[in-house]
């Protein structure tokens, strides 16, 4: 059974980090792109950051190039988005997806399995 659980959210100011973790588990002996989303309140579901360890490559939003690093250790079975330099926009509901299409696409409508999200709360 897939199961996708995040953790690492909290409120933080405006300029500060926070790191992500996704615990990742059922997918044995498979490698699917994996990837982060987040939700504001009253905005459509956004991609903003993704990953495939099988081909090397990854995705990231404009939005969050150069500040948001997105990395996965397979050993541990975990995915992190490590957040620095956090403006107010990005606070939001962040949720980690495992989608197991090859190539992958970077399509929300793709990712099948999602966790349950966890809070990033960015104060000015």
């Known amino acids: 059974q897939v199961q996708l659980v995040e953790s690492g959210g909290g409120s933080v100011q405006a300029g500060g980090s926070l790191r992500l973790s996704c615990a990742v588990a059922?997918?044995?002996?498979?490698?699917?792109?994996m990837a982060w989303f987040r939700q504001a309140p009253g905005k459509e579901r956004e991609k903003i950051a993704g990953i495939f360890e099988g081909g090397g490559s990854s995705y990231y939003a404009d939005s969050v190039k150069g500040r948001f690093t997105i990395s996965q250790d397979n050993t541990k079975k975990t995915l992190y988005l490590q957040m620095n330099s956090l403006k107010p926009e990005d606070t939001a509901m962040y949720y980690c997806a495992a989608d197991l299409s090859f190539p992958c696409i970077w399509r929300i409508s793709d990712f099948k399995y999602w966790g349950q999200g966890t809070q990033v709360t960015v104060s000015s």
């Open positions: 059922g997918f044995t002996g498979i490698n699917p792109c």
